[in-house]
RNA sequence: GGGUCCUUAGCUCAAUCGGUAGAGCAGUUGACUUUUAAUCAAUUGGUUCGGGGUUCGAGUCCCCGAGGGCCUACCA
């Protein structure tokens, strides 16, 4: 060990992890050894290695009961390969446990199972956090542990900075953010997190591809940012010297794409809307708008209703979760509840004749059950805010909320039973908004008027080329918006939408 | 945007009334050929987020700034 001191070193530093680990990697180098290396050929991840140990084991004789009995090792050889997460030297053997994309497997090292020299010389060195490829043989330890017996093994990438802490983890939500792949080598829950999510997107798609839809691709820049009423991010475009924005939703382009004949149509895309942030908004967020001909918003109640069943039995393997803040279940099998904007408001406020009253008397109302209401605010948005405030955090069970007032959505048709509403329901679950759905506008001319009103004197921020689209004629059609980030909230309970955003928006630091 | 709380070693956290900044993990050295947060022994490591102030003395009190959490506002 000492002669082998002899290559000249500047002193390190042992009280910084990362000059150590420098100095490891330097030594390597020196002896022409790539700490960096191209390939490995990985033939199992953890997982299947197990998997192929159990079927293996299997069909072997039973072990006899004697004391101390055990099995050689299953003769087929695998190759594994992921970030060192557990590093435990004991003498002349070591257990390592390696994280791949399927989780963790063990590794048992000897110095006798390894050429001559390399257990001492260079094993012993490896750090954690440094990934390898290893190969040999499976065989569980006495404590049953399926583990791979090394024959060989290599470093594939140094890893010069410290993992976080093993058995914490890393809980500082700043750095979670910021160096999310941190939270995702340290923090499994995390990680499943976020495969869920992937699994979520999977199958919505396969879903709706089920269903003959067609998924599309529209335009990210805008020229006038619709089919929302939110901020918008305004972006300049060089080339054509004019400013755009990037869009707040996908509906207006959809909707060209039924005019073309396109009649049934999904598009999962990320929107941005230049508004605050909280708990449950991130500026930019994915949407998933569906858009079917020859259907109305009954025809996506249905639809919506088969997907997120389809999401609880594909993804999750259950109709029932739990909610997160407390026990109570959330139960996607049983019947949905239908019921209408006004019986909700009217069984709220204890009032039959609530629609029928002035603002003045509703915001009277409003301050005996307890709820701030902004008095300048329109009349229907006085009753909207007795919806949000009061209703929808109450709504855990899904609910479709039917025939929501005219005045809060300018893109769909009046219902015929009753002209102060459109046909239209909002799906809420878990206190939240998880899916408006409308029987779509087709008339170009009501749809100008509810758009001039909607802009007011605002009238560059008329969308002409998607009226004109619509007096071409679009057949008639159910439409639905799903924010994706909130349906990952409701499935895998997280707290937050930045818990379902690999890498939520934050101040750029300096 | 407003309110409020937080920021101490690479990570997770302590530090009494304002009195020399500590521990576990990680690291380093040594022992150990079936460990499971391995164990045992020894040991290194600090611009206490940044700047200013009060004080004999500041991680702790005050002011300014930075970043973050929560609540709230805007957000069909």
């Known amino acids: 060990m000492s002669e082998n001191k002899s290559t000249e070193q500047a002193p390190v530093d042992t009280s910084d992890l990362i000059a150590v680990r420098r100095a490891k990697l330097e030594a390597l180098r020196a002896e022409g050894q790539d700490p960096f290396r191209a390939n490995w050929a ?10 192929s140990y159990e079927a293996w084991e ?50 048992y090292v000897t110095r006798d199972g390894l050429p001559e020299g390399i257990y001492n010389t260079y094993f012993k060195k490896l750090d954690l956090g440094d990934i390898i490829g290893a190969r040999g043989t499976l065989f569980r330890t006495k404590t049953g542990e399926i583990t791979v017996r090394v024959s060989a093994y290599a470093l594939l990438a140094k890893a010069l900075r410290p993992l976080p802490e093993k058995f914490h983890g890393m809980s500082d939500s700043e750095q979670i953010y910021r160096q999310r792949y941190l939270d995702l080598i340290a923090n499994a829950e995390s ?23 067609t998924e599309v691709e529209t335009p990210c820049l805008h020229g006038v940012a619709g089919g929302a009423a939110a901020r918008p991010f305004v972006t300049h475009f060089n080339a054509l010297d004019c400013d755009f924005n990037l869009r707040i939703a996908l509906e207006l382009h959809l909707k060209r794409m039924l005019v073309g004949g396109f009649e049934r149509v999904f598009e999962l895309g990320r929107v941005f809307r230049n508004e605050g942030l909280s708990r449950r908004h991130n500026p930019e967020f ?41 026990d109570e279940v959330i139960d996607f099998a049983a019947p949905w509840r239908e019921v209408t904007y006004k019986e909700l408001i009217i069984e ?15 915001l009277a109302a409003c301050e005996k059950l307890g709820i701030q209401v902004d ?19 109450k709504l855990i069970q899904p609910t479709f909320v039917m025939n929501i007032p005219k005045e809060l959505c300018p893109l769909a048709k ?34 100008r008027t509810m758009f001039m009103e909607q802009v007011g004197d605002d009238i560059q921020n008329l969308d002409e080329d998607f009226l004109m689209a619509l007096e071409h004629g679009m057949p008639p059609a159910g439409g639905m918006g ?7 909230i409701l499935l895998t309970g997280a707290a937050n939408i930045r818990d379902t955003i690999l890498f939520p928006s934050l101040r750029p630091r300096v």
């Open 42 to 51: 990985q033939t199992h991840t953890s997982a299947e290695a197990v998997k």
């Open 58 to 107: 299997a069909e072997q004789p039973p072990l006899p009961e004697e004391e101390g009995a055990h099995r050689e090792d299953c003769p087929d050889e695998v190759s594994v390969a992921g970030r060192i997460v557990v590093f435990r030297v004991m003498g002349k053997a070591s257990f390592v446990k390696i994280l791949d994309r399927d989780g963790q497997i063990q590794l």
């Open 191 to 213: 990680r499943e997190r976020f495969q869920t999510r992937s699994k979520i997107v999977k199958e919505i798609r396969q879903f709706l591809w089920g269903r003959d839809f």
């Open 286 to 326: 994915t949407m998933l708008e569906v858009y079917q001909a020859y259907t109305d918003h009954r025809g996506m109640m249905d639809l919506i209703q088969g997907l997120i069943r389809h999401l609880c039995e594909n993804v999750l393997g259950t109709f029932q979760i739990k909610r997160a803040d407390s």
């Open 348 to 362: 709220a406020a204890g009032d039959a004749d609530w629609f029928s009253r002035s603002k003045t008397d509703k």
């Open 375 to 393: 008095p300048e605010l329109e009349d229907f948005a006085v009753t909207n805010d007795v919806f949000e405030k009061l209703i929808e955090p």
């Open 414 to 447: 009046i219902s015929e039973a009753d002209p102060d509403t459109i046909d239209v329901f909002e799906l809420c679950i878990n206190g939240q908004e998880i899916a408006p759905a409308y029987s779509e506008q087709n008339d170009p001319d009501v749809q």
């Open 482 to 488: 799903v924010g994706i980030d909130r349906l990952v």
